[in-house]
């Protein structure tokens, strides 16, 4: 199992703005999950990236792979305030791999 | 579908006392995680089940902490005697199946202080 390291640690925008949070980790995978968790809901899966994909979309989610250089961004578009919360990334092995969860990216979304 | 359900949602012993948690996976989950959260840090996973046999403890305290997954559907997670620094928010979270592209569905978790 491995751990995920999420840049930066705090990012603080406008509404309407974009955000765009990075995660890098150190071994190969077999797919990568970025997860959000604010105080009204808790912990939430966001969108699972699997290791042969390069790009995905999601609503206002974007997020990219690229496994050569062992590294994610998730993009999320025209923020909102409730977008704030703190953004985890997961990289994940094959088999019984655990998830290890890095201290996230804190974003503040300011109306 | 229901979610992942978890009580209680607020605990607050003093120290040397005993605590349980109880988890309610979402059905049909076999997989089964407890996590701790201290705050500022992310979620750390202490137990993982796969029905009612353990994956990985590895991180989990065993002189203290002990969990069980009777039937392999509900969870308690037991901490016995508390310490101060056991004060953090206990996640559960249940999965289809842990190997492969599965996401974890979380709980709402259980904040603990110990005082």
């Known amino acids: 199992s491995q751990q995920g390291e999420e840049d930066p640690q705090a990012l603080s925008i406008q509404e309407g703005e974009n955000a765009t949070m990075n995660c890098s980790y150190k071994?190969?995978?077999?797919?990568l999950q970025w997860y959000r968790q604010n105080s009204g809901r808790g912990l939430v899966h966001l969108i699972l990236?699997?290791?042969?994909?390069r790009e995905k979309h999601s609503g206002r989610l974007r997020v990219t792979l690229d496994t050569s250089k062992k590294s994610s961004s998730l993009l999320i578009t025209a923020s909102r305030a409730a977008d704030t919360a703190s953004y985890f990334c997961?990289?994940?092995?094959?088999?019984?791999?655990?998830?290890?969860f890095g201290t996230g990216t804190r974003l503040l979304v300011s109306p | 579908e229901a979610g992942v359900a978890q009580s209680p949602r607020y605990k607050i012993i003093e120290k040397r006392q005993s605590v349980a948690f109880w988890c309610n996976p979402i059905?049909?989950?076999?997989?089964l995680y407890w996590y701790q959260q201290i705050l500022g840090q992310g979620p750390k996973l202490l137990i993982q089940?796969?029905?009612?046999?353990?994956?990985?403890d590895s991180q989990l305290p065993k002189d203290r902490f002990s969990a069980e997954r009777l039937k392999g559907v509900d969870s308690t997670l037991k901490i016995q005697p508390a310490k101060l620094e056991d004060s953090a928010v206990y996640l559960c979270?249940?999965?289809?199946?842990?190997?492969?592209?599965?996401?974890?569905?979380f709980g709402p978790g259980t904040r603990l202080t110990v005082t």
């Open positions: 997961a990289p994940k092995n094959t088999g019984f791999q655990k998830l290890v």
């Open positions: 089940f796969q029905n009612n046999g353990v994956v990985d």
């Open positions: 979270a249940s999965s289809q199946m842990d190997r492969g592209p599965y996401e974890q569905y």
């Open positions: 059905s049909g989950h076999a997989t």
């Open positions: 071994t190969s995978i077999n797919n």
């Open positions: 990236i699997r290791s042969n994909e």
